[in-house]
């Protein structure tokens, strides 16, 4: 085993067109990296360098203490494992096993050792006499594995290894494969273009795009943080819903411009409206909570009891902005799927929403783009206008467990937005039909022009 180190590599098949543009990355010992990106993005380039099938123009790749860059992919001890498996049809799955260690020359008895020691790992035992036209897909992949794992090699590099099998068996051999490194410590770097496999898989994942590194990180903080707009609309199915927004701040809350519509986020709990310690009913909290005001115009009152309905309201310079407490019924409507949390006036309760509130006024100035996860959208059936935004029901996808609500915005005229909700169970949605969308402050990502995350902590 080993750590692989790739230092400032570059790689450009014509002057001026970089398939790999200035990617360092730091692969610990025993660790499984995936690399993930869209085609042409550069990860089975780079993943072809580090085994020494390319050259870089620029740059040092090192595995373990020793710089290979000049050295052979033989003398470099790594294994690939190729999408179309490469094993030799006319020899038997023993003889595919044997074949990397007849070519070192090594004694019968210890390839014999070898080869029945990988055939155990792998499940391959009963199947050693069998030819590849005689064994499912799973089990040919099983065998590529094995082929490269036999050579007990530094590194092992995986280059889209499970595009050939079906749904079912691609989970199946995921599992397998995510087992296997588990069991035997080998430093793996994986590389696929489907983020389900990369999120699954990945002790840490690298996002390429274009030739560059966007992000690498462990697949939560990927999902959570991503650093900019590539990142959060490639990751996750569906991928977090990106739309074109402007947004300013009223008192101590925002306002988000989408499209023709406008809607208001409570963001921190400063008070109950006349300088004193918070007063708004928190999420479950018994009792009934005074909402604040902006600038001490709007009074709302919510019923924030356990169980109780909400009808909350508050506002930004006198209008509302927020919803009923949590547990309790919304006015306007049933709420489906997601996890309610009412809102205050702006300046009362707190509404979650952490990375508005680390917002400064000239990031605020600089969003371009608001970002919201599927899961995290809150669909409301009925006629609520606070705190919402308007949009059409385009079409349902019911996938039994979950449904997904695929809407547009709409008003106003400007380029239709598309929204996609996901909510648990099933949901009989017509198309066409008129739903209103809540955008949790704190769910919300925001990104500038060029597509880079705003908070305080990147």
Do not use: W
Request: aromatic share 2%; glycine share 16%.
């Amino acid at each position: 085993m080993a750590r692989v180190l790739c230092q400032a590599i570059v790689k450009e098949f014509s002057p001026g067109s970089r398939a790999v543009d200035d990617v360092s990355l730091d692969i610990a010992d025993g660790e499984l990296l995936v690399m993930v990106g869209p085609s042409g993005c550069g990860k089975s380039t780079l993943l072809r360098i580090v085994a020494g099938l390319e050259t870089p123009t620029s740059g040092e790749v090192r595995i373990g203490d020793a710089v290979v860059n000049d050295l052979s992919p033989q003398q470099r001890n790594v294994a690939m494992v190729f999408q179309d498996y490469a094993l030799y049809p006319h020899m038997t799955v023993r003889r595919n096993l044997e074949f990397p260690l007849r070519m070192r020359r090594m004694a019968r008895t210890d390839i014999d050792a070898r080869v029945a020691r990988t055939a155990e790992l792998l499940g391959l035992s009963p199947l050693l006499e069998r030819l590849p036209k005689q064994l499912s897909g799973g089990q040919r992949q099983r065998v590529a594995m094995g082929r490269a794992l036999v050579r007990e090699p530094s590194v092992s590099l995986l280059d889209e290894p499970l595009s050939n099998l079906d749904a079912k068996l691609r989970v199946q051999v995921r599992a397998e494969i995510a087992e296997l490194q588990r069991r035997t410590g080998t430093t793996m770097v994986y590389v696929t273009h489907d983020q389900v496999e990369a999120m699954t898989l990945g002790h840490r994942v690298a996002v390429l795009d274009h030739g560059r590194l966007q992000q690498v990180a462990p697949p939560a903080e990927l999902y959570e943080r991503p650093v900019n707009a590539f990142v959060a609309g490639f990751l996750g199915s569906p991928p977090m819903n990106l739309l074109r927004a402007g947004v300013s701040r009223v008192g101590d809350g925002l306002v988000l411009r989408v499209g023709a519509q406008t809607v208001g986020v409570a963001v921190d709990g400063g008070g109950d409206g006349n300088g004193g310690p918070r007063a708004g009913a928190g999420a479950g909290d018994e009792g009934v909570g005074r909402a604040g005001a902006s600038g001490g115009n709007a009074a709302g009152a919510g019923a924030g009891s356990r169980g109780a309905s909400g009808v909350g309201s508050g506002g930004v310079g006198g209008e509302g902005v927020g919803g009923g407490g949590v547990g309790g019924e919304r006015v306007g409507g049933e709420r489906v799927g997601g996890e309610s949390v009412g809102s205050g006036g702006v300046g009362g309760e707190r509404v979650g929403g952490e990375t508005v509130a680390r917002l400064d006024r000239g990031e605020i100035a600089r969003v371009a783009t608001v970002g919201i996860r599927p899961e995290a959208v809150e669909l409301d059936m009925g006629d609520a206008t606070a705190g919402s935004l308007r949009a059409t029901v385009e079409h349902v996808e019911l996938l039994g467990h979950e449904t997904l609500v695929h809407t547009s915005l709409t008003g106003g005229g400007e380029e239709t937005q598309r929204v996609v909700a996901r909510v648990q169970g099933t949901h009989a949605l017509i198309p066409g039909s008129t739903v209103r969308l809540r955008l949790p402050a704190r769910a919300l990502h925001f990104f500038d022009a060029q597509g880079m995350a705003l908070r305080k902590d990147r």
